[in-house]
């Protein structure tokens, strides 16, 4: 399979097509030169090859191709501009053979023998040898046949006799799938022969063996011999396709390599090769591309061992990859996560390496560096400093740059690197060691400094990447004709690479084409990468595995991001802003009536306005009873906003969106617009005008329903006054505001209005928040006017602003309250009170189209879920089947009293909930304050008893022990006694089942003070004497009965 490429200027001039004449000058005396010293070589090589023959014959035919090899040490004169240089051949390269030395018998495979046009050569005409040969030919390919040397000549005409060469047998292509060539096919006269016709002779390759593959690979292997790798990317000729056009072979396989090249792509006019592989005994003219290893970057503070010795041939593993690139990375990540200089060092990188965007009043940036500076009234967020521009000073406009210090980020390590002073207080061990970075030479930073963190001797330093070449090459032969999708790939043979495989960050074609075909399954309009990864449809496509586990460029989120939007640039040329718009609806205006989607385009100096109408569900709405519009804000990115026109489909129990605009004002005078849009885009699909009831007789819509929005209703009037849908004389209707004539057909949604009030409910009281909330259930003039007065006279500004916002719009009030419409009360009851039904139509929608579309992509996607409800409905009609079965009238009652039971439940629940918490609030307050009174009580008994201690008077009696689990004695006053405090319920002795004597409770040793004077009282006596266990008894208990005794002591108090 073949395409036709696109054709392209030469990408390569060679700088000696300007210099003909002086060529022609020079190229008589420096062609002498040339073959004085061509004579020459060919005389020593002569007598090398003839000294060693016999030894060469001994050790066999390897030692022959060992030999062979290696005979290549011979310069290379090539012309470069006005001058010359020298370079040693590369091991394919063999000896010069002369197109003008009549004496080689070798056939003539110049350009001018083969049926192509003649090309130019610059530069001296080598054979490119290889190390595998004919055995039937035994060419050496550069010895003589003759082991005597012609010494006699050494001019430009000196002969040398060679063996005659046979050519290439011819080879056959094969199938797809073979790899390499069958062992037939690879030996000695299978070689690839390569010519380069010129006036001064022919260069020849030959390689060990060929292989087939059909796509480019991410590696390309070294061989320790010399292999012709032949790409044919024919069947997948899309491989090639770019961003806006075809891209060349090589650059498709520089750009699926994961290695950097670097090298000129080729003339297409000179230096062409005549390639003889690609085609069965014919000659393709090929362009030359000689690409060289781009190498590696390395940090200036890695190791100077760093990679020494590395030789990369194959890669079959990314085993090096993880243990020299990805792993040490990994670590120092992990390493500088943790360590407290190192974050400290990053956040002060991170402002050292911008410069202050202040504009002054030139409008010229600022410049300034960063500098820390002290805040002026102490802290802010827990520091002293800031980072804020060198070139502010007092009376500057606050635009200068000011950075707050991160909470993670210590003050003292940072204030260390702005003055350039030693870290000390921390340990930097951990950024002290050698730099192991290997860097992509096409991921290099700006500044190309080393991300990483570094240390010397306490002191921050950052490393600088360096260039490291790599000795690998890769020629790659591409065929001029455009249409041809193959090159010959040629590894330079025994030349690795000296750097690990980088981290595969290149995505190949055939996983981006994976991935592009799961987001096509899921459709382009609106698609993310989250929303593609998380998608059935592509687990499916990817046999269960996530997009991340397919490739590791995967992983990055932007590579699969620049797929996504390679794809919508593929699908939407023109971008997907206005201007793709406009495309479109020149392409609809194109289409029959019955297929156009979008109908107007109104684009004016800051407004835009798109009106779009699916023509089947246009039909529908002569049928309808009511209409009901509203915006919404969600769909669309930017100022535009969606406003739909929906219907009730009584027939269906559907509700059904007929028609959407996109428009980014919404004022009267764009609603103007909006309006008459819709109207006349259904009169050219109907071929009737839609009116209203009220005005016509022969319409069904009885009225319109929308939010408290003022400019769509005052619009929708002016549009009826402006199309004439009005006529006094007949219906009887005065067209006389726009006002009046809206107080017949439309009303305002009773839940937005509730909304309004709900909002008031923080800063007003139950009565007056009710009061407000009855507005539109009232019925009599009286009870409209007490209304008016009650709002007029508030003095709370939340209503008084409400109350004016009200008032403003004369329309708004009778829309809302059905006393004073002038719709008919039929009409009315047969309108719903709210938006409901089209709330919910934003809630389907945004399931189903997404949100935060581009605008294209929003009309697409509205008319793609257009055209499937009007399927539906075709479908349903047809087959007499209910998309819902439960949605009647009936239906719909019960659902919604279910409703409102569920929300009278929740909110029973919530006040039960919500008084609970109340009580609990309360017990926790009342506990606070128990334990509030009781310490302050404890402390005002302290107080007492301190005081009664220091001043009370002396006391020939106290407790000298007390009985076990007792309280302490405590001072006794007369008059009062504390029972709980002498004889708490405790399992003392004196607690026992039976009453005791009074002087019992008291009988305990006493004695007088130590510091009271000695009394002649007889204290034995008076406890023995009856007297005073009667008057202990009354003091007590009250009572001089001893039977009145309680048990247990009894606070009376």
């Known amino acids: 399979m073949r395409i036709d490429r696109l054709r392209r200027l030469p990408g390569y001039r060679d700088p000696r097509a300007d210099c003909d004449s002086l060529y022609d000058l020079f190229s008589i005396p420096v062609s002498f030169l040339f073959r004085l010293v061509d004579s020459l070589w060919t005389f020593m090589a002569s007598c090398t090859a003839f000294c060693i023959s016999p030894i060469v014959l001994g050790l066999g035919e390897d030692a022959q191709i060992t030999w062979a090899d290696d005979d290549y040490a011979r310069p290379e004169i090539i012309h470069v501009g006005l001058g010359f240089y020298s370079r040693f051949p590369e091991p394919d390269e063999a000896d010069v053979v002369s197109d003008d030395d009549r004496g080689d018998p070798s056939p003539d495979i110049s350009a001018d023998s083969y049926s192509v046009k003649s090309c130019t050569s610059y530069g001296a005409p080598l054979r490119l040898r290889g190390g595998c040969h004919s055995d039937e030919s035994g060419l050496e390919d550069g010895a003589d046949e003759s082991d005597e040397p012609e010494s006699d000549s050494a001019g430009p005409s000196s002969k040398r006799k060679r063996k005659t060469v046979q050519p290439p047998r011819p080879r056959k292509r094969p199938s797809k799938g073979k790899g390499k060539a069958s062992d037939d096919e690879s030996d000695s006269e299978t070689a690839i022969r390569v010519t380069l016709g010129g006036k001064n002779g022919t260069k020849g390759m030959f390689v060990d063996e060929e292989s087939y593959v059909y796509d480019a690979p991410e590696f390309w292997d070294v061989p320790a011999h010399r292999v012709a790798i032949i790409l044919d990317v024919s069947d997948t000729p899309e491989c090639l396709q770019g961003d806006r056009k075809l891209i060349s072979i090589d650059a498709y396989i520089k750009k699926q390599c994961q290695d950097a090249w670097t090298g000129p792509t080729g003339s297409k006019k000179t230096g062409l090769a005549l390639v003889t592989i690609l085609d069965e005994g014919e000659v393709t003219q090929c362009r030359r591309s000689n690409l060289k290893c781009n190498g590696f970057y390395t940090c200036s503070l890695a190791s100077p061992d760093h990679l020494l010795g590395f030789e990369r041939w194959d890669v079959e593993s990314d085993i090096a990859t993880q243990e020299l690139i990805s792993g040490p990375m990994f670590e120092s990540k992990n390493d500088e996560g943790t360590d407290i200089v190192a974050i400290a060092t990053a956040f002060y990188r991170s402002m050292t390496n911008q410069h202050c965007k202040a504009k002054g009043d030139g409008q010229f940036e600022c410049g300034g560096h960063a500098v820390m500076r002290k805040y002026r009234t102490g802290k802010s967020s827990g520091k002293h400093h800031f980072i804020g521009c060198s070139n502010w000073s007092d009376g500057d406009s606050l635009s200068h740059r000011f950075t707050k210090i991160p909470p993670q980020v210590r003050e003292s390590i940072l204030q260390s690197l702005f003055r350039g002073e030693e870290i000390t207080e921390e340990d930097t061990e951990v950024v002290e060691g050698y730099c192991s970075a290997i860097i992509h030479p096409s991921h290099l930073p700006r500044n190309k400094q080393c991300a990483r963190i570094h240390y010397r001797d306490n002191k921050s330093v950052v490393g600088h990447l360096e260039a490291q070449t790599c000795p690998a090459e890769l020629l790659i032969l591409i065929p001029v004709d455009e249409n041809d999708l193959r090159a010959v790939v040629i590894p330079k043979a025994g030349v690795p690479h000296n750097h690990p495989a980088f981290v595969r960050t290149k995505t190949p074609f055939q996983v981006t084409h994976k991935y592009k075909k799961a987001a096509k399954t899921t459709g382009v309009i609106g698609q993310t990468t989250l929303r593609v990864d998380k998608a059935p449809s592509t687990r499916a496509l990817l046999d269960g595995k996530l997009p991340p586990e397919i490739h590791p460029s995967m992983v990055n989120n932007r590579k699969r991001r620049e797929i996504l939007q390679s794809l919508r640039a593929a699908n939407f040329p023109d971008g997907t802003g206005m201007k793709a718009v406009l495309r479109e609806f020149e392409k609809d205006k194109s289409r029959n009536i019955g297929d156009r989607y979008i109908h107007s385009v109104i684009m004016q100096a800051d407004m835009d306005i798109i009106i779009t109408v699916n023509p089947d569900l246009a039909e529908l709405v002569h049928d309808a009873s009511w209409i009901m519009v509203d915006t919404t804000f969600a769909v669309v990115h930017g100022t535009t906003n969606e406003w739909k026109f929906l219907i009730w489909l009584k027939g269906l129990d559907k509700r059904t969106v007929i028609g959407r605009v996109w428009s980014n004002k919404a004022t009267r005078e764009a609603f103007v617009i909006v309006w008459n849009g819709i109207f006349e885009a259904i009169k050219s699909i109907t071929g009737k005008l839609l009116n209203f009831k009220v005005f016509s007789k022969k319409s069904s819509l009885l009225g319109a329903i929308g939010d408290s929005e003022g400019a769509q209703a005052q619009g929708l009037g002016d549009v ?165 079965g439960n949605n009647s009238q009936t239906a719909r009652f019960s659902a919604q009293a279910r409703r409102q039971a569920r929300s009278r439940m929740k909110a029973t629940e919530k006040a039960n909930a919500d008084g609970g918490k109340e009580l609990r609030g309360k017990l926790r307050k009342s506990q606070q304050q128990i334990a509030t009174r009781d310490a302050e009580i404890k402390r005002l008994q302290a107080e007492v008893d301190a005081l009664q201690e220091h001043h009370r008077a002396p006391s020939p009696l106290f407790f000298v022990d007390s009985p076990p689990n007792s309280p302490s004695p405590i001072p006794r006053t007369r008059g009062s006694v504390n029972y709980h405090a002498l004889s708490p319920v405790n399992d003392s002795p004196i607690a026992g089942p039976s009453r005791l004597p009074a002087l019992d409770l008291i009988s305990r040793p006493w004695k007088p003070r130590v510091n009271e004077p000695s009394s002649d009282f007889d204290y034995e006596a008076a406890l023995k004497s009856d007297v005073l266990d009667t008057t202990i008894r009354h003091i007590a208990y009250g009572t001089n009965d001893p039977i009145d005794v309680p048990m247990y002591p009894v606070d009376r108090c």
């Not at 005065?734 to 839940?751: E, M, N």
């Not at 407000?772 to 007490?786: D, H, K, N, V």
């Not at 919910?840 to 605008?855: A, C, E, F, R, Y």
């Open 720 to 884: 009826i006054i402006l199309r004439q849908m009005n006529t006094p004389q007949v219906n009887g209707v005065p067209t006389v505001t726009v006002d009046s004539i809206l107080l017949f057909i439309w009303k305002t949604c009773l839940v937005h209005f509730k909304r309004g009030v709900f909002k008031l409910e923080a800063h007003v009281d139950d009565y007056v928040f009710n009061c407000l909330l009855g507005f539109p259930y009232l019925e009599t003039s009286e009870e409209i006017a007490a209304y008016h007065d009650f709002c007029q006279a508030s003095t709370n500004p939340k209503v008084q602003s409400r109350w004016a916002h009200k008032i403003s719009y004369p329309l708004l009030l009778p829309s809302l309250n059905r006393s004073l419409t002038q719709m008919s009360h039929l009409h009315w009851d047969l309108t719903p009170g709210d938006t409901n039904p089209i709330e919910g139509s934003h809630v389907q929608d945004n399931q189903v189209n997404h949100t935060n579309l581009t605008i294209l992509e929003a009309v697409l996607s509205a008319r793609a879920y257009d055209q499937e409800t009007a399927r539906i409905i075709t479908a349903s009609k047809a087959s007499g089947v209910m998309e819902n």
